[in-house]
């Protein structure tokens, strides 16, 4: 929260906002637009996009961000603009939308699995995407190779290390060796690199584990690498969500690899970012990293909703027209920001007692001190937590400016 | 899991795939489409369609189906051919997307807030559409006739109460008469019934507490109708989600109302139904209602999702392409029902001992026993719980036949 009620406290202060509509903005607060709306706020998104650059830049490490967050190719471009060296997706669909807006380059940082989803890829990589995708099992590997080799095409592949207990990937060094042979020996597959993510490693001392886990994956990746397991050409190591992204950087050290070895990290959320699991991610990365708290400035929260108070049926309880159809809900519920009146020029900050206690599909139960003047028709702004969730609720996104005013609508490819 | 289990081990048995691929339809388990895909079954559909539609009948009630579980216009208007007085939705855009689609009655289930929201409505007026939405506070009721009266158009409105720690509503009988008297008061307004959902009414003995509270409705009904509170014309009593309809429909005894009285359920899930929470709710209204026992029949599930085994990184456990991106996960996991190997004329049903354990944005983690000949490659058909939050996660949902051939894709508007 703290960064958001920051922006925003800003955001609605009011002057500027009649110019901007001249100039063929909606207004929130005035009405111009039906609610419930999720808006981004653009200052936050230069903000973030400029601050994960410039720490992309001081570590020494690529970015590949994940783009499953907001699948919006607009936000895809504006974070090859501000300098990733490729999109993350995760499944074939999402890669041929973005293939479709113009992405050149895109990791898909899952399996390649199915004969559609191969035929789909096989037609991307003849249009000239640069493609990647993660290989963890023979079968998979083999699949693959029949399926590009018989095409006389080759796919590049990153062969994919998991932990016991988590998502996709050999378990041992043992099993990632033997599977590397086993790419190298099929005729269908170029080896680009070494992938994993660290985000399914949790539970006390996470952070040890972590750089004891991604500190095997930089030997491994070395063992390889002297084997000349990998392809001639750019060998990508990467991992790295939205949580450890700091300590995946430092623990690979991109500095002492092999010049033609690039580190690449691929969070998803920071462009976004919220007032929830991502904020306290992001403070436990500034609280844990030198060079980032170095860096100065911080990430902060883009997303918000409005939407209306359609009842408030007893003292203190509004009920909200936002619902689980609008919002993530998985991992926290929205929290109440700032209300105002219609037609009000800004928004006032809502008291920290406020709070939604329930959600369902199309509604919010919202507690609020009965002192305050809320009333029917009012209109109330909330930060979330997990974008993702909220994101993949709305096939256009607002853009706003720090007055409310919308200027713009971003296209999401859910 | 009961009727869906029987519906697939018919819809699997893998005769007249070939005929039907021959028409111009996509085999699943032939890979002709790209997984994930949401498929929903056409015989199911079509039972639920004639179940709810005898229920209906024999209950001497009128149907207005809460649209927003699919916000499918084309199951809007199968719903309608199958006797629906009127397509209840949630929202204003929501009721622009159907009418748009062509559906001339339609009941927004909630209080219609805000200028634009307003404005959106009062355009449908102009064009024909019959529309109606609730009222639950003087400020709301105040703002509507202002908006409408000042175009010239009269609101038909339902005065919506509720009950304590509830959702939307007025809570006592003394507020509902003051607001009937308030709307009557209005120019731009026309009160047309009364409404309420007993859905937000839990814990023990709940089905004793909504007797009570919607007997309780039929009374105040029946008083704002002796006073004349109604305007002229049909009058509607409307309650009633996926889980109580059936006492609401038995205690607001339809047969003994006055004859311009007209008694309106709104479940919205009946249509697609599940294996999770509204399979229990069907299950306690048999139990329960002998006029549904007495029918024949009963609601089956219609909706699947179908995933590929992406990885199998330890014995007994897979990966599944499937994730809180596709499907629901707030009442329920997704239930693998069935898994086939690609080509294969039939899937198999999978052991019950299988599990989806835990569920992130792209993938499922999927417990089996490893003796199951399970690989990365096979496709793996799951059951839900709770359809609305799978249905908003698909632009397109398939239409599949017995044979799991796809001939068709039904277009949301979410």
């Given at each position: 929260?703290?960064?958001?009620?920051?922006?925003?406290?800003?955001?609605?202060?009011?002057?500027?906002?009649?110019?901007?509509?001249?100039?063929?903005?909606?207004?929130?607060?005035?009405?111009?637009?039906?609610?419930?709306?999720?808006?981004?706020?653009?200052?936050?998104?230069?903000?973030?996009?400029?601050?994960?650059?410039?720490?992309?830049?001081?570590?020494?490490?690529?970015?590949?961000?994940?783009?499953?967050?907001?699948?919006?190719?607009?936000?895809?471009?504006?974070?090859?603009?501000?300098?990733?060296?490729?999109?993350?997706?995760?499944?074939?669909?999402?890669?041929?939308?973005?293939?479709?807006?113009?992405?050149?380059?895109?990791?898909?940082?899952?399996?390649?699995?199915?004969?559609?989803?191969?035929?789909?890829?096989?037609?991307?990589?003849?249009?000239?995407?640069?493609?990647?995708?993660?290989?963890d099992?023979?079968?998979?590997?083999?699949?693959?190779?029949?399926?590009?080799?018989?095409?006389?095409?080759?796919?590049?592949?990153?062969?994919e290390v998991g932990?016991?207990?988590g998502r996709c990937g050999v378990r041992?060094?043992?099993?990632?060796?033997?599977?590397?042979?086993?790419?190298?020996?099929?005729?269908?597959?170029?080896?680009?690199?070494?992938?994993f993510?660290?985000?399914?490693?949790?539970?006390?001392?996470?952070?040890?584990?972590?750089?004891?886990?991604?500190?095997?994956?930089?030997?491994?990746?070395?063992?390889?690498?002297?084997?000349?397991?990998?392809?001639?050409?750019?060998?990508?190591?990467?991992?790295?969500?939205?949580?450890?992204?700091?300590?995946?950087?430092?623990?690979?050290?991109?500095?002492?690899?092999?010049?033609?070895?690039?580190?690449?990290?691929?969070?998803?959320?920071?462009?976004?970012?919220?007032?929830?699991?991502?904020?306290?991610?992001?403070?436990?990365?500034?609280?844990?990293?030198?060079?980032?708290?170095?860096?100065?400035?911080?990430?902060?929260?883009?997303?918000?909703?409005?939407?209306?108070?359609?009842?408030?049926?007893?003292?203190?309880?509004?009920?909200?027209?936002?619902?689980?159809?609008?919002?993530?809900?998985?991992?926290?519920?929205?929290?109440?920001?700032?209300?105002?009146?219609?037609?009000?020029?800004?928004?006032?900050?809502?008291?920290?007692?406020?709070?939604?206690?329930?959600?369902?599909?199309?509604?919010?139960?919202?507690?609020?001190?009965?002192?305050?003047?809320?009333?029917?028709?009012?209109?109330?702004?909330?930060?979330?937590?997990?974008?993702?969730?909220?994101?993949?609720?709305?096939?256009?996104?607002?853009?706003?400016?720090?007055?409310?005013?919308?200027?713009?609508?971003?296209?999401?490819?859910?």
């Open positions: 929260m703290r960064d958001t009620a920051q922006t925003l406290s800003d955001a609605v202060k009011g002057t500027g906002c009649k110019q901007q509509l001249d100039n063929g903005g909606w207004q929130i607060l005035n009405e111009d637009v039906s609610l419930p709306i999720a808006v981004l706020n653009q200052r936050a998104l230069n903000n973030n996009l400029d601050w994960m650059r410039r720490y992309a830049h001081a570590s020494g490490v690529s970015l590949a961000p994940h783009g499953k967050t907001t699948m919006a190719p607009e936000l895809f471009h504006s974070m090859v603009d501000a300098g990733a060296w490729a999109i993350s997706l995760a499944t074939a669909p999402q890669v041929a939308a973005a293939h479709q807006a113009g992405i050149k380059r895109i990791l898909m940082a899952n399996q390649l699995v199915g004969k559609a989803n191969m035929q789909r890829v096989g037609r991307m990589l003849e249009q000239g995407l640069e493609y990647y995708c993660f290989v099992s023979a079968d998979n590997a083999k699949a693959l190779s029949d399926y590009f080799d018989g095409q006389g095409q080759t796919l590049n592949v990153l062969l932990v016991p207990g041992t060094d043992e099993q990632a060796m033997a599977l590397c042979d086993e790419i190298n020996s099929l005729p269908g597959l170029a080896l680009r690199g070494l992938a993510y660290e985000g399914v490693i949790g539970g006390a001392d996470a952070a040890n584990k972590i750089r004891q886990f991604v500190q095997r994956m930089r030997t491994l990746a070395l063992n390889i690498y002297q084997q000349k397991g990998f392809a001639a050409g750019t060998i990508s190591i990467t991992g790295a969500g939205s949580a450890w992204y700091d300590l995946v950087a430092e623990t690979l050290e991109a500095a002492s690899l092999p010049a033609e070895m690039q580190v690449l990290i691929r969070p998803g959320c920071y462009l976004i970012h919220d007032t929830g699991i991502y904020e306290d991610a992001q403070a436990a990365v500034m609280n844990r990293s030198t060079l980032a708290c170095d860096l100065g400035g911080d990430l902060i929260n883009s997303l918000q909703l409005w939407a209306y108070v359609q009842s408030i049926p007893e003292p203190g309880m509004a009920i909200i027209g936002l619902g689980k159809r609008d919002v993530a809900f998985d991992a926290g519920l929205p929290v109440p920001q700032w209300f105002a009146h219609p037609g009000q020029q800004a928004a006032q900050k809502a008291s920290a007692s406020w709070k939604v206690s329930k959600i369902m599909d199309q509604h919010a139960m919202m507690d609020f001190d009965s002192d305050a003047k809320l009333q029917v028709g009012d209109i109330v702004g909330f930060s979330t937590s997990h974008p993702c969730l909220t994101m993949d609720k709305w096939k256009y996104i607002a853009v706003v400016d720090d007055n409310l005013c919308v200027h713009r609508l971003i296209k999401t490819e859910f």
